[in-house]
């Protein structure tokens, strides 16, 4: 079964429109926690537009109410997001390769290209026990190129199959066959010579997640942000992370 961390960059952004203390990004995170999420995700950026340093650490600290729940932090590894990380310990950090002035992630890493930096920082990061994810696109040929540099799992950018107007189908066939690659990349020793973990994320949805759910049926974990949040203005947040954890099979 798949696992559901909940990404509060959106609650994050809508408190900042105002500068006020509320939505509680921690309120909401408890919510979404108690309603049987299974971890929670942010992805701080350098110009803090919607987590904060602060955040970070204060979901940290609200984490250690939920032992069995994950923290992952997201992020492209300067030497202060590589610092935030080993200073907060996640269980999982994520590397994407966000320029800074980004919207949102949209694009996997080109590994090879980056290779003797990411191998660098995911060892790192692994040597202060933290499981390192790759975000990548929809490309078989990339997962090797991750095992190479040593990570721990892949993050499929979900982004063309979850875009409205999108092939759905031939995006849906490229992801099972960069998951299938993943599964046969080559293991290390942290993963006990087996293949890479898989995550996913980006504009997945209600409608779009169980098509993957039963195409990758050993996801490991799903981070969804945007549509929990928007969904949450209809059915609030704890029926919301309900619906999706039903449909990963909770």
Known sequence: MAKLSVNLNAVAQLRNRRNLPWP????????????????????????????????VFELKAMLEDYPDREYNIEGYPTEEFVALC??????????VPDDVGQATSDHGW??????EMLARVIRRL??????????IDADPL????????GADRVELYTGPYG?????????LARLTATA????????????????????????LTLDNLPALVKAIPDLAETSIGHAITADAL?????????????????
């Open 126 to 135: 692994q040597g202060r026990d933290m499981r390192v994810s790759l975000f």
């Open 24 to 55: 509680s990004v921690t309120g909401i995170a408890r919510i979404c926690l108690d309603a049987g999420a299974d971890g929670i995700t942010v992805h701080p950026r350098p110009d803090e537009r919607h987590i904060r340093r602060t955040d």
């Open 180 to 203: 299938e690659a993943a599964r046969t990349a080559g293991g290390n020793s942290r993963r006990g010579g087996a293949g890479l973990g898989i995550n996913a994320g980006h504009d």
């Open 142 to 149: 990339v997962p090797a190129a991750a095992a190479e540099v």
């Open 110 to 115: 080109d590994v090879a290209a980056n290779a």
């Open 86 to 95: 080993e200073a907060a310990e996640p269980d999982q950090v994520t590397l």
């Open 234 to 250: 209809l059915y609030g947040f704890a029926d919301t992370v309900r619906r999706y954890k039903q449909i990963l099979g909770a």
């Open 163 to 171: 875009h409205p107007g999108s092939n759905v189908a031939a995006e």
